[in-house]
């Protein structure tokens, strides 16, 4: 095969990989990974198209838990970007009709236990739920839900095989045992698919009635099955831009209550076994089917070429808040000028290629204006929705995703604690604690109007406290154009003629505007604020083609180039040899991407450039590759600059050094 993977398949455990690689057969071989603990089993499926085999990579993490998962694909999504990112594996059903041997594709996943919190003293608490939700891939969960008709024939196959399967290993010894223990099942696979049924995904097992009536209570009344990666698995897949198609395929073992040992000490195991090869074997069919085909959905709006105005953002993740400001002369047109420029602004940014944050589902702000823009766009993406939650808010997220959705767009939900009390004031507070947050993960910042007594001035202020790049569009008075007054634009952005901002016109070049104010935040950081003279370059080997990039560029503009690997010598420790080098640098260029998060060394590198940047010895550039989320808390601070390939980052230094 080549070295393209088309599909990655994740398999928690060692039991599950032995029934899928027994479906799989023989072709798929195994090849421990130099750069990672990991074997990966490399084979073909067949597609529909003579010709046209999928490459499949499946991995058996041999661990079970959403931080395992989530890892693990995360280094894999890294290094060999597969299309689609599928989880294999067993699951335990909380739905009476949802039998052994059935197969699970939930709509969407629940991680319930993430972001809860514990309230009360002594014995007296409650223990809040406020999780994270994932969706399936839309377009992968409708050609499921339509399989039957669409693909009939190949439909049909896998049916066979489920009955083939359950004959061969559920013997009428173990029917007739069920039957005795009370477990009388109706014997014939069935495909769960969709139809707003949810996968629970968290730390623990369930083998109790009280746990189930927990879950279906407490967390969400729709989740039907419950497991222990694939939060993980989805979560890993979000970030990458553009995001892989991620989808889950379960196979029911066993109730998630009381039910669960009296199954395995009946059929030991043989239903485990059975759900696994129902679910891998679903799989199978489906890639012949041509269920994983992926389209080219703007190829008809395309000629093919990149469009010669087409501006990639330098910033990963944009917030855009704001709203009405009743101080327009024209109060009956301010609101369709609010909405026009906010779709306007939605686009641009999704075209671009940055990621949007916004907190408010509701049609009577500029986030929800943005984001239809952003969906509209149709290029794909991430949606953040920082929200309290509440089944009101939650209402209109759904509702947003059903007219809104896209094939390749992600819609996120950050979910915080609701107002104990439903009143104005409650609700304020709410509010404003998803809105901090939203502007915590922030590398710039969008406003449009807003009134000057809401919190669109206190997030702006926030903003401005913490130096990050604001554009506030004052066309419309507001919050936004207080921030535009109060700016000493000069000082803060030599260069930049900030009157555009006074037009409507400017906010179809605030990807342009955006680029050039992180830019100038990271020259702030150059030292003595003159060109360096030599610079560190920090980078993981996988990205070495960007570091070699980086390095040429650097090289034509005079400036001296120094890498870790190369100064190591055979009498001296090695972090002795890269302090020492550091410390004879103006500037350290960190190439942060997963893979640079996974490595000791690259760690080992920024945290001696972090120390020496908080004595003032040096400099950090710091630039994001894959628009993964920095990991150390000091680094978080840095400003950063989104440069997703070579061109890119040529381009952004060369920028830089001007």
């Not at 940014?349 to 149709?378: H, I, K, N, T, W």
């Not at 016109?505 to 003595?528: C, E, F, P, T």
Request: hydrophobic share 45%; charged share 20%.
């Amino acid at each position: 095969m080549t070295d393209r993977v088309d599909i990655l398949l994740y398999v928690a455990l060692s039991e599950e990989a032995e029934s899928v690689l027994e479906v799989l057969g023989d072709q798929f071989r195994p090849k421990e990974l130099k750069d990672a603990n990991l074997t990966v089993f490399f084979g073909t499926v067949c597609g529909p198209i003579p010709g046209r085999d999928f490459n499949v990579a499946m991995v058996a993490a041999g661990k079970m838990g959403n931080t395992h998962s989530a890892t693990v694909v995360s280094l894999l999504i890294e290094k060999f970007k597969p299309a689609d990112v599928v989880v294999v594996g067993i699951a335990g059903s909380l739905a009476n009709d949802m039998e052994p041997g059935d197969v699970f594709i939930p709509d969407g996943i629940n991680e319930y236990l993430a972001n809860s919190a514990a309230h009360g003293e002594d014995g007296d608490w409650t223990f809040r739920i406020s999780g994270n939700h994932f969706l399936t891939s839309r377009r992968l969960l409708n050609r499921f839900q339509n399989f039957a008709y669409t693909r009939t024939s190949q439909y049909q196959t896998w049916l066979n095989r489920t009955r083939e399967l359950r004959s061969a290993l559920i013997s009428k010894t173990i029917e007739t045992a069920l039957v005795n223990a009370g477990l009388e099942m109706r014997g014939v696979c069935k495909l769960y698919a969709g139809d707003d049924l949810k996968l629970a995904s968290g730390p623990a097992v369930g083998k109790g009635k009280a746990f189930m009536e927990w879950i279906k209570r407490d967390v969400d009344r729709k989740v039907a099955a419950m497991e222990m990666e694939t939060a993980g698995v989805y979560d890993a897949a979000l970030v990458q831009a553009p995001a892989p198609r991620t989808i889950a395929i379960r196979g029911i073992s066993d109730y998630a209550d009381a039910r669960k040992e009296n199954i395995e000490a009946t059929a030991s195991g043989m239903f485990r076994a059975l759900s696994a090869k129902n679910a891998i074997a679903l799989f199978v069919c489906a890639v012949k089917a041509g269920l994983f085909e992926v389209e080219d959905f703007s190829a008809e709006n395309s000629s093919g070429s990149s469009h010669p105005d087409r501006v990639d953002s330098r910033a990963t993740m944009v917030f855009v808040i704001g709203g009405e400001t009743g101080e327009t002369a024209d109060i009956d047109a301010e609101l369709p000028r609010l909405h026009s420029a906010s779709i306007k602004l939605g686009g641009a940014l999704a075209r671009a290629g940055a990621q949007l944050v916004v907190c408010s589902p509701f049609p009577d702000s500029a986030d929800y204006y943005a984001a239809m823009g952003y969906a509209g766009a149709e290029a794909g993406g991430v949606i953040h929705f920082h929200s309290p939650n509440h089944p009101r808010v939650e209402e209109k997220r759904q509702l947003f995703r059903k007219t809104f959705g896209q094939p390749n767009l992600t819609i996120q939900d950050w979910n915080y604690p609701v107002p104990e009390a439903d009143e104005q004031a409650s609700w304020s507070q709410a509010w404003l604690l998803a809105q901090l947050q939203a502007l915590e993960k922030a590398d710039v910042v969008l406003a449009l109007g807003g009134k000057a007594s809401k919190s669109a001035s206190t997030l702006l202020h926030l903003a401005e406290a913490k130096g990050l790049p604001i554009i506030p569009f004052a066309f419309l008075g507001g919050a936004a154009g207080r921030t535009f007054q109060r700016r000493n634009w000069a000082q803060c952005n030599p260069g930049f003629d900030a009157s555009i901002l006074k037009s409507e016109g400017s906010v179809g070049q605030a990807v342009r505007i955006a680029n050039h104010l992180v830019l100038d935040r990271v020259r702030r950081s150059k030292a003595g604020g003159d060109r360096p003279k030599t610079m560190f370059i920090s980078v993981s080997r996988q990205d070495g083609a960007m570091g070699a990039a980086l390095g040429d560029v650097l090289k034509s503009h005079g400036i001296e180039v120094v890498l870790g690997e190369s100064e190591i010598v055979p009498d001296q420790l090695i972090p002795v040899t890269i302090e020492q080098a550091l410390r004879r640098c103006d500037v350290v260029a960190v190439l942060w991407s997963r893979s640079y998060a996974l490595s000791p060394w690259c760690y080992d590198e920024l945290a001696l450039a972090l120390n020496l940047e908080a004595l003032g010895e040096m400099k950090i550039w710091l630039f994001n590759l894959d628009d993964s989320s920095i990991v150390p808390s000091q680094a978080r601070k840095l400003p950063a600059i989104s440069a997703r390939s070579e061109e890119g980052l040529r381009n952004a230094v060369k920028d830089l050094l001007s």
